[in-house]
């Protein structure tokens, strides 16, 4: 077994010791890392589709995931409800501790097939924001931000340096992740590729609105619903030249489209976060949110002082 093999094999022991999940990932610099021994922390998501029965489980297991207080007042329904309605969702907890078994993961959300319409929507935003010529790398930074725009913890909790880090760390999975739609937007002429000398693509693109329409086609639908209350909706002239139905959203520039975009991005962004951070804060307790924080807070300041 090579080094990949152990690090994958002591990713999966964590299932182990929790209850059967529907679908499991690892993200962030852990998972590809030049530098594995670097990090102490390994980020998960897991996706069950009945949280209620899954924190129920989870608690006669690992009730020292939760704050002691959720456990007392409420249970699994408390913590849930707290997920639901306060966050976004998502239950938060760092620090979490496992053995070294391994178990198989199964995944039948389909995560696949959303994660690739969540691909291209990341994609066209970043390209409605980018100036009409631009290189591989300032395309993936602008990906790679989307994430962060109005992010509340980007004030004093997250390193000043992380996208770039992000881009340039895991680079090559950037580059395998958005070929597909890199090809298949060259194929329709929305973008032309030159190389340059470090072989890294220089990239210019279309700016034409029949183009931008058809971005703004690939957003979520919640930021197109945001965008559409601040612009309204209109006739736009589709890719082929005919008159849309109406429902489309019309902007005169497309200056004003990305600039509509990022608003609402912002927006977004801005209001998950915060849910989420204050939601994060009850359901781990009181120490463990101030061990996390400060260990954020002392990463950022360092990434600030640095030279």
């Given at each position: 077994m090579d080094n990949k093999d152990t690090a994958h094999s002591h990713l999966l022991s964590f299932l182990n010791a929790i209850p059967p999940v529907d679908f499991w990932c690892v993200y962030g610099s852990t998972l590809h890392s030049t530098d594995p021994g670097k990090s102490t922390m390994v980020d998960y998501i897991l996706?069950?589709?009945?949280?209620?029965?899954?924190?129920?489980?989870?608690?006669?297991?690992?009730?020292?995931?939760?704050?002691?207080?959720?456990?007392?007042?409420?249970?699994?329904k408390l913590i849930t409800n707290i997920a639901d309605k306060l966050?976004?969702?998502?239950?938060?907890?760092?620090?979490?501790?496992?053995?070294?078994?391994?178990?198989?993961?199964?995944?039948?959300l389909d995560i696949e097939t959303i994660n690739s319409v969540n691909l291209?929507?990341?994609?066209?935003?970043?390209?409605?924001?980018?100036?009409?010529?631009?290189?591989?790398?300032?395309?993936?930074?602008k990906i790679c931000s989307l994430s962060y725009m109005g992010d509340v913890r980007m004030l004093f909790a997250e390193d000043r340096n992380k996208v770039k880090k992000i881009v340039q760390g895991q680079f090559d999975l950037f580059q395998s992740m958005y070929k597909p739609f890199l090809e298949e937007y060259e194929g329709k002429d929305f973008l032309r590729f030159s190389s340059s000398k470090n072989q890294l693509a220089n990239i210019s693109q279309d700016c034409g609105l029949p183009v931008t329409h058809s971005h703004i086609s690939f957003l979520p639908?919640?930021?197109?619903?945001?965008?559409?209350?601040?612009?309204?909706?209109?006739?736009?002239?589709?890719?082929?030249?005919?008159?849309?139905?109406?429902?489309?959203?019309?902007?005169?520039?497309?200056?004003?489209?990305?600039?509509?975009?990022?608003?609402?991005?912002?927006?977004?962004?801005?209001?998950?976060?915060?849910?989420q951070a204050v939601s994060g804060l009850l359901t781990v307790g009181g120490v463990k949110a101030a061990r996390y924080l400060t260990s954020k807070m002392c990463k950022a300041w360092r990434s600030w002082t640095r030279t």
């Open positions: 996706g069950v589709s009945d949280p209620l029965q899954w924190h129920s489980e989870n608690l006669k297991m690992n009730a020292d995931h939760y704050a002691s207080w959720m456990v007392l007042l409420g249970g699994a966050g976004v969702g998502v239950h938060f907890n760092p620090y979490v501790t496992w053995n070294d078994k391994v178990n198989m993961l199964v995944d039948n291209r929507a990341a994609m066209s935003a970043a390209l409605l924001l980018l100036l009409p010529k631009f290189t591989e790398e300032d395309l993936y930074a639908p919640t930021v197109r619903s945001q965008m559409g209350m601040k612009i309204g909706k209109k006739k736009v002239i589709s890719e082929s030249g005919k008159v849309g139905n109406g429902n489309e959203l019309g902007f005169g520039s497309r200056e004003e489209a990305a600039k509509c975009m990022q608003k609402a991005l912002r927006r977004t962004v801005m209001v998950s976060s915060a849910r």
